[in-house]
């Protein structure tokens, strides 16, 4: 069933041990709805600038994605650069250029109004609630956040969460949000601000579910070669709203679909391993549903016992 | 069946942000023994000094632990004092006594020699190969090491890692001694090696088997509360190993007993994570086979999808 993505669409410059590129298509947006496309229908809510390539256009056309939400505006597009360390674990902004995203005012289009799916990426709180309002009945929704808006936004975020179905935060950003260190207190915390299911990315170690019946946790796929880890977080969160939209799964069934929540993780850490293959979207051009269910089957060979 | 175990009886003064305890009980050998016995019979070499309580003593035997091997020579038992960060993934060591420790030549009483099962914990890879050459055919041998070793003594250490069935090792412990960052090569170069097993565990993150046939990932076991991540390593070996023993899996069938290693794994995260839920050894004290099967089970519940 049809899912509306919301977040921002750019232009990044990233270099990691393994070589540098200066400019390629990127943004939360971009990486979650071309993840999300291999599951199910896709409808983005964005902006660009007049630099936008057409190329990049056809692009997500071509993964059947609608763009009737991407607005153009005069301008340049956010543009993002970034440098990994050695072990790309850490890494450090060089550039941020907000461009036309410091004015981003998304409106949705009518016929995004009623789809049933939402994921919204990590954009401003207030702006996440204020297209939450704009759908008319979503069956489920979500979204992604940073630490820069649990520090300097917090009420604003704990308002707008407070209205979600489920919250997806790295280990950071969930012991930031909870003021709590201990990973499990720190997720029962969050749940009690209103999401009532919790997925924490944990990168390379893998990520942890939280629902109301209980926990799931989930190791990391080992990938031989890990290029540029750029988006992996992002394609996490197109996969597993990709994956439970593509299963019809819905809030009010939401604390009972245990077994589909954690395939949803399962989707999620294979959209996000297939993306540190390449720099940026690469890898998310031509994969196909194949392949997806081939790594998935691999990730249950390597974790059963 | 019966396994020998070697390594440093310590006493440990450790800070952690749960609260400080000046000394008490520890040491590799102390760790991995206690965590063994409740899956097999264990017998231990090691050297402790005039100042070694009976109580302590009295603790070892009332596992069934047969402490001939364990020698008492003139002067202080080994002492190291270290202090955790705020999230317990980071220690500082304080102090480091050797004293009797310094001059430690492990000797196997005659009744050691014939038993299947040999676990080196981690002392001076000389050391190491000195005892597994005092075993007469032992069905089963791994052990343990670290960085100081691998930096310092890597040629003693590659010549002794060389006979050994299976090797233990953290993360950094892995890339450090490959010289490869990604843990996937890390893990096959550490093969070429000598031992055909590899166990990297990776602290809260869980840990990853390596065998011919292919590898196995398990995440960590969320703990609510961890008191004191002194020793978890210690008893993830001590399960490991101990498991391995109680179901007779020999090196003759190891590449071929997938099922068993990956139990096996899954039993050491579970001693690790008793482990860090109190203060030193005071948790291996008294727990039951019951618990420790419940445990199994609450992982198998939160890891299957």
Known sequence: ?????????AY???????????????????????????FT?????????????????ALLVSR?????????APGKTFFWQGVYSE???????????????????????????????????????ALQRRVREQMSHPKLVGGDTMNY????????LLETIRQWDFLLVNDGEARMLSEETNLKRAAEKIMSLGPRTLVIKRGEYGAALFTPDGHFTAPGYLLERVVDP?????????????????????????AHAGRELRRAVIYGSVMGSFCCESFGV????????????????EFKAATEF
Chains 1, 2 share one sequence.
């Not at 690469?282 to 089957?297: G, M």
């Open 1 to 9: 069933m049809s899912l509306v993505v919301v977040g921002s669409v």
């Open 282 to 297: 690469q890898r998310l051009r031509n994969l196909s549903r194949r392949e997806i269910d081939a790594r998935f089957q």
């Open 64 to 72: 059947g994605i609608d763009i009737a939400g991407l607005e153009r």
């Open 41 to 57: 229908d896709v409808s983005i809510v964005g902006v660009v600038g007049e630099d936008f390539d057409s190329s990049d256009e």
């Open 12 to 38: 990044d410059g990233v270099e990691t041990p393994h070589g540098k590129v200066e400019r390629m298509l990127g943004g939360a947006c971009t990486y979650i709805a071309l993840s999300a496309s291999y």
């Open 87 to 125: 072990d790309m674990n850490d890494r450090t902004t060089l550039r941020t250029d907000l461009n036309v995203f410091a004015r981003f005012d998304p409106k949705l289009p009518p016929s995004y109004r009623e789809k049933p799916y939402l994921l919204l990426g990590n954009i401003q709180p």
């Open 149 to 156: 808006w649990i520090s300097d936004f917090r009420e604003e």
């Open 230 to 254: 750029t988006g992996a977080g992002d394609c996490f969160a197109g996969g597993f709203i990709g994956y439970l939209a593509s299963a019809g799964v819905s809030a009010a069934d939401f």
